[in-house]
């Protein structure tokens, strides 16, 4: 995704600066590549937080499937007592723990012990 960001990053200074005298005076090109920039760095600290929050919840996942018990919130979240869902990204109990009916618990809440 960066590579592509940054391709089209480049074009469109390009076609700023290639652009016909007339249509754009040197400060509004100016302006309009500053712009651009700014959206790119935008995107790309967007890009690296979604990247960092999805890797943490990979180890934390992992963990899970190891066996080890998760710290989330106030609940201890193991394999003997909660599912994962992959498509929620959540931490469900078993049917057998009733004293747990209706809690879910996000994985990017969790911590490893």
Do not use: W
């Not at 651009?36 to 929050?53: G, L, P, Q, T």
């Not at 869902?85 to 004293?99: D, M």
């Amino acid at each position: 995704m960066q590579i592509v960001l940054f391709l089209i990053f480049i074009l469109l200074v390009l076609l700023v600066v290639v652009s016909k005298k007339n249509s754009f005076s040197k400060n509004q090109k100016i302006i309009v590549t500053s712009v651009i920039a700014i959206f790119a760095i935008a995107i790309y600290v967007y890009e690296s937080n979604i990247e960092s929050s999805a890797e943490y919840n990979r180890e934390m996942v992992n963990a899970f499937r190891q066996g080890k018990t998760l710290t989330c919130k106030e609940y201890a979240v193991d394999k003997e007592k909660f599912l994962y869902v992959s498509g929620t990204q959540t931490f469900v109990p078993k049917s057998s723990e009733t004293t747990l009916e209706g809690v879910i618990v996000r994985v990017s809440t969790c911590k490893a012990d």
